[in-house]
């Protein structure tokens, strides 16, 4: 029952976010599920510079490099170039780039307030605890990984 449900909510969330950056992206071609993850992973790191993401996706440089180049093309990131060491470029996202990870936070906002309004607030933080402890484990799980 637990994984039917998790299932129902994945799939929820994938074709709301599927549809969203389709729309966003209609005239691209290319861009792909691993190219979200890395978008989102970029984002999640606040200023990051290739080394950065190089470690943080087990990628190597030439593997970050092609990333990089391929997300600029879709215009959803750009580097800048660090003040204080010139050689140093950080990467950030456009404003495209930020549309399509901030639309699937609208998403979850969405979600929230779907719930928040269909049940008691001891519910709703029972199932804030409980969704705390599914992520302590998975996180555990990966660390052991």
Known sequence: MISQNLEAITSYLWRQSSERINH??????????????????????????????????????????????????????????????????????TTKGKEIVEGDYQIYSHIESLISSSVSSDQLQALDCLLEVVISLIRTSQEQN
């Open 24 to 93: 966003l992206l209609a005239t691209e071609t290319g861009f792909n599920i691993s190219d979200y993850y890395y978008l989102l992973a970029i984002h999640n790191m606040k200023h990051p510079n290739f080394g950065d993401v190089a470690d943080a996706l087990s990628l190597t440089k030439p593997a970050i490099s092609a990333l990089i180049k391929r997300l600029q093309k879709h215009q959803l990131i750009e580097k800048v170039q660090s003040e204080e060491d010139k050689r140093v470029y950080y990467l950030q996202l």
